[in-house]
């Protein structure tokens, strides 16, 4: 029998996104190598498609990512194109792409690695055993919702935007986070700002009937600013956090200092067939070109990528023990070095970590 062949569209993108993207392709090839049938593309997204096209993203590339399998994507953003009008933006480029994949649901494991408990700012104490995996709405709310704009009015310049959600966004979103709940510790912690905003109040009010299906999962409410500070204090307390865009991206970003760095986060976003894989870190233009970003964000997405749409979880139990392996061994790059870490930069931690993949999975 012909053995399946998998497209996996590769989108770089801006600042140290190349340069990440270079150590995930290391991770495919082994892979590969053991003999499962992947095929790459690679196409331009954010400023390097701008460069390009003079626009983020372009229809054909969108139309590929709808024939893959899967996407991995690097980071988008960069100071040259801050000036740049919203429509023309870096950003747009990704926020269109999540919406014609129709990703709704994106999620971010939060996960502290025992070795690097005291490089987090937080006490070990605290982080110590943190597992818990954040689901947030990716396609609707306040990064979508309409009327939006800047006006010039009597009053001077006007900016706004509105936070749309209609209840079967709530819906199928809150499916996802009580499911996800079942395979794990049973936990959903919904946060929203019911107390100010009639959309949370929707959100609360939906969050609750869909509970009605999953009796064995336990549910509670937070408001987002007390979120935020639990996080902090307590943050063994949450198995899953369901949230909505604008707040799941402030909270994921948050969350990422308890595992010690942003760069080790990373992302699955899932709607339909096509699921996108992303480090929840962004294009860190005051690093790109020197070698030293961190690739183990991109290449736990790419674990992500083999679990979900491929599905494949050996293969993404091995990379993330890889990954695990080399950060025990205490080779690092700089943003998670430890005291007698030995550092190392981007293309030689994909090295170890490529090596270590390699070692486990015999053709
Ligand atoms: C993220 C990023 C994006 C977002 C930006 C780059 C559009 O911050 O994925 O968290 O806000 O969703
Ligand atoms: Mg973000």
Same mark, same amino acid.
């Given at each position: 029998m012909k053995k399946?062949?998998?497209r996996i569209l590769l989108l770089p993108g801006d600042g140290i996104g190349p340069e990440i993207m270079a150590e995930a392709v290391k991770i495919i090839d082994a892979v590969s190598h053991a003999g499962i049938n992947i095929e790459i593309d690679t196409d331009l997204i954010g400023g390097a498609a701008i460069e390009k096209y003079g626009m983020p993203i372009t229809e054909t590339t969108i139309k590929k990512a709808k024939r893959c399998d899967?996407?991995?994507l690097g980071a988008v953003g960069g100071r040259k194109w801050d000036s740049l009008s919203y429509n023309l933006r870096p950003e747009q480029g990704l926020l269109l792409l999540r919406k014609s994949l129709k990703l709704f649901a994106n999620l971010r494991p939060v996960k502290t690695l025992r070795p690097l408990l005291n490089i987090s700012p937080l006490k070990s104490e605290i982080v110590n055993g943190v597992d818990f995996i954040i689901v947030r709405e990716l396609t609707s709310g306040i990064y979508f919702g309409k009327p939006r704009g800047i006006k010039s009015t009597p009053r001077g310049e006007k900016g706004y935007n509105t936070e749309v959600y209609y209840q079967h966004e709530i819906e199928r979103i809150a499916h996802i986070a009580f499911q996800l709940a079942q395979k794990r510790r049973k936990k959903v912690?919904?946060? #929203?700002?019911a107390n100010v905003l009639e959309?949370?109040?929707l959100w609360r009010k939906v969050v609750n009937e869909v509970h009605k299906e999953y009796p064995d999962v336990e549910l509670n409410h937070l408001y987002v600013d007390n979120c935020a500070m639990q996080i902090i204090k307590d943050p063994k307390q949450f198995d899953i956090i369901l949230?909505?865009?604008i707040f799941? #991206?402030?909270l994921s970003d948050e969350s990422a200092m308890i595992t010690g760095s942003i760069g080790m986060l990373p992302s699955a976003s899932l709607g339909r067939s096509v699921g996108l894989y992303e480090p929840v870190h962004g294009s860190a233009p005051d690093i790109a070109g020197r070698n030293i970003a961190n690739p183990c964000g991109i290449i736990l997405s790419l674990a992500l990528l083999f679990r979900y749409s491929l599905n494949y979880p050996q293969v993404a139990q091995v990379i993330e023990e890889a990954v695990e392996r080399v950060i025990a061994a205490n080779?690092?790059?700089k943003d998670i070095a430890g005291k007698n870490s030995r550092i190392l930069n981007t293309s030689e931690i994909g090295d170890c970590i490529k090596e270590e993949v390699a070692k486990k999975l015999t053709p």
């Open positions: 399946r062949l998998y899967a996407v991995l912690t919904s946060v #929203d700002k959309s949370s109040i949230t909505n865009n799941g #991206d402030i080779y690092r790059t």
